[in-house]
């Protein structure tokens, strides 16, 4: 699928992505992003230490605790929770730029965080990625290879918890086939990216 003709809109929208550990959402969050022009990432701020791979400002920023509840304190969070042990937020100021000058940004979050959004930005679409099964989670945390079994049995607990919550969400996207998943939820921002009211140019070029 080529979306290189395609506009972004004169009105962005904030999207809320969550999916248990293990379900694939980041891997299926940077297929989206290669595929949907214009979309942007919220890096958040966390208190967990950075993985091979990873790189400042680009996946989080990492803090310390102090600087963390500093941020939290003085507002500066658009939204924060606590994901296994670890402090995690979404900085406030980038987001509402984005919206403000029309941009489209996904926040990756959990459920305790994707429920204080829904509070404070009740227009985010939220989306939660489903993993095919229990096992199947199990199955990815294993061959990840990055975390002893004790974490990834704290992990699993933790999926159980965050799955049940996915009642809540606007979308489910089921990450069974990941060409599939990339096709679903790259529809899904496709389809909230042309709805009408986000598109006024096009409507006055035809309406006179
Ligand atoms: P990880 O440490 O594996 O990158 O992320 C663990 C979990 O924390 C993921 O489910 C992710 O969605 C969630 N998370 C990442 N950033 C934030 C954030 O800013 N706020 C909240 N509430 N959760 C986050």
């Known amino acids: 699928m080529s979306l290189a003709g395609w506009e972004?809109?004169?009105s962005g929208?904030?999207?809320v992505v969550s999916g248990a550990s293990g379900s694939g959402k980041t891997t299926l969050l940077h297929r989206v992003f290669q595929q949907v022009p214009g979309l942007e990432f919220s890096v958040s701020a966390t208190t967990r230490a950075i993985r091979p791979g990873e790189a400042e400002g680009v996946d989080y920023h990492y803090v310390d605790l102090p600087t963390f509840e500093k941020l939290r304190d003085e507002g500066a969070l658009l939204e924060h929770a606590n994901v296994y042990g670890r402090c995690y937020g979404t900085p406030r100021r980038p987001v509402e730029q984005a919206l403000a000058q029309g941009r489209s940004i996904v926040l990756d979050i959990d459920i305790v965080g994707a429920r204080q959004v829904r509070v404070s930005h009740p227009e985010a679409v939220s989306v939660f990625v489903l993993p095919p099964s229990i096992a199947a989670i199990q199955e990815r945390l294993f061959a990840r290879g990055t975390d002893s079994g004790e974490i990834i049995a704290r992990r699993i607990a933790d999926a159980r918890v965050q799955l049940s919550a996915c009642g809540e969400y606007?979308?489910?996207?089921?990450?069974?086939?990941?060409?599939?998943?990339?096709?679903?939820l790259t529809g899904i921002v496709l389809a909230e990216l042309s709805r009408v009211g986000r598109r006024k140019g096009w409507v006055g070029r035809f309406s006179g």
Do not use: H, K, Y
Not at 173 to 183: H, I, P, S, W
């Open 170 to 184: 606007d979308f489910l996207v089921m990450n069974d086939d990941l060409d599939t998943a990339t096709a679903v």
């Open 13 to 15: 929208a904030l999207f």
């Open 8 to 10: 972004t809109p004169e």
